[in-house]
């Protein structure tokens, strides 16, 4: 699952910024929105955009969530960086 190249162009971000891309692509790869993602996780809307923008550093139980939500998904290839 955790192959990028057709679904890179239905994730937009903004700018040249350094985000967590992938994250956002096996988010929209399984058809969920961004509060249906953040529920899974526990947190905000706000925190997952944070975590995604690289504005706040995802904790362990983060991390450990982004593992549990996306099996099959190492956090080398989520947390691989765009930018």
């Known amino acids: ?32 929105t961004r509060p249906q993602m953040a529920k899974e996780l526990s947190v905000s809307v706000e925190t997952l955009c944070d975590w995604v923008n690289r504005r706040r550093a995802i904790p362990a139980e983060g991390l450990r969530a982004l593992s549990r939500l996306f099996k099959g998904c190492s956090l080398d290839y989520l947390l691989k960086e765009k930018g």
């Open 1 to 32: 699952m955790c192959k990028n190249e057709p679904i890179r162009q239905a994730v937009s971000t903004e700018g040249g910024e350094r985000v967590f891309i992938n994250i956002e692509i096996e988010r929209v790869r399984r058809h969920m």
